[in-house]
């Protein structure tokens, strides 16, 4: 079975921290059997055509000096920018045409297109181009998007287009379905364990604490930052490092500051992110919105407990292995983080939900549902 995965996110090298989940999909798709490609966007300095999980194409929209859209943080974000947004016609037209030759030259049976804009749109044509089903998985900041008035009907007209539409928790499911009117499948992403065995939880006090991802209004960080902060005043022995780049940056660097509890560490690969697990006694995941969180998988399967904000795909990936609080509240989320340590968890559950070779079986069962209709 020859499917094509369509992303305007990939992981730029091995190891990378740009989804590197979809690489882990489609490395573990190889294993099963599948027979992958992936075709996602160039950017100044790689390589047109590489090896990643599986077979990779790059697809250039623009001259390489203005190949802006693409690993800067969010695709739909760096749009509204000046020079985004004259790259944008170019980039979903480049994008739509190149999915359709990549769909007709590999003879594939299937296209998989990850997040409804722009990839979802790019694989309507692909799909149409090559006479097969198209797949369409929505992860979370696409949902969001779909959301919007003007948007809404274009998403509702590419996921309709779709043989099957999928989320990546059951929570973003439900939200999906209210655009669609349809029926919504979930199929999750990976999460490859570190083969080491967990690490014991580190002297307390003081509270170790981590967080990871794009410094991004949605990712709520500020509320983390204000929350530890006020313990700081309060003389609670605490330490937060948080992990990742992203435009809010200098202003996170700033709140932190006010306390002199908070480090701030750029993106890094997988150990360094699983050595900053181990260090930590607790994972911390204070999103505004999230589809599902992958990181909390990650802690989990390190055995640290994770306090997260009660939204999307976190409460039913954290559930009992940790602290649920409201979004956007830094004295709940400070109330809660007292509460720690917690004792090391196992969360084997929400650990094999996420077994790569589990998912990859029920990414081929649907693949071959929709073949077989």
Request: aromatic share 4%; charged share 20%.
């Amino acid at each position: 079975m020859k499917v094509l995965h369509l992303t305007s996110s990939f992981p730029r090298w091995e190891g990378d921290h740009q989804a590197p989940y979809l690489a882990e999909l489609v490395a573990a798709q190889t294993r099963a059997g599948i027979s992958p490609s992936v075709l996602a966007p160039h950017a100044p300095g790689l390589p047109e055509d590489d090896v990643i999980g599986a077979p990779v194409h790059r697809f250039r929209y623009a001259p390489e000096g203005l190949q802006v859209l693409a690993y800067q943080g969010g695709l739909m974000r760096t749009a509204t920018t000046p020079v985004g947004a004259a790259a944008l016609p170019g980039f979903l037209a480049a994008f739509a045409a190149a999915a359709g030759r990549a769909a007709r030259r590999q003879r594939v049976d299937l296209v998989h297109a990850h997040w409804w804009l722009p990839a979802g749109a790019a694989g309507v044509v692909a799909a149409r181009a090559a006479g097969v089903p198209l797949v369409v998985t929505c992860h979370g900041s696409d949902v969001h998007l779909a959301g919007r008035p003007r948007l809404r009907p274009v998403a509702r007209a590419v996921l309709r287009r779709a043989a099957l539409v999928a989320a990546v928790s059951d929570a973003l499911a439900s939200e999906v379905a209210g655009v669609t009117g349809g029926a919504v499948e979930v199929l999750r992403m990976p999460v490859v364990p570190d083969p080491a065995p967990p690490a014991a939880l580190p002297p307390h006090p003081p509270l170790r604490l981590f967080a990871c991802g794009r410094l991004m209004p949605e990712k709520g960080f500020d509320v983390a930052i204000s929350a530890v902060n006020r313990l700081a005043a309060d003389g609670f022995a605490v330490r937060l490092v948080l992990m990742g780049d992203g435009p809010l940056e200098a202003p996170l660097r700033a709140l932190a500051s006010a306390s002199g509890a908070v480090e701030l560490v750029g993106a890094g690969g997988r150990p360094d992110l699983v050595r900053r697990i181990d260090e930590a006694h607790a994972l911390v995941v204070p999103s505004r919105r999230e589809g599902l969180g992958l990181i909390a998988v990650d802690a989990l399967a390190r055995g640290r407990p994770v306090v997260a904000s009660a939204v999307g795909g976190l409460v039913e990936t954290v559930g009992d292995d940790g602290v649920l609080v409201p979004p956007d509240d830094p004295d709940a989320l400070a109330a809660a983080l007292r509460r720690l340590p917690l004792p090391a968890v196992t969360a084997a559950a929400a650990v094999a939900a996420h077994d790569p070779a589990a998912v990859a079986e029920a990414h081929a069962a649907a693949y071959r549902r929709v073949l077989g209709r």
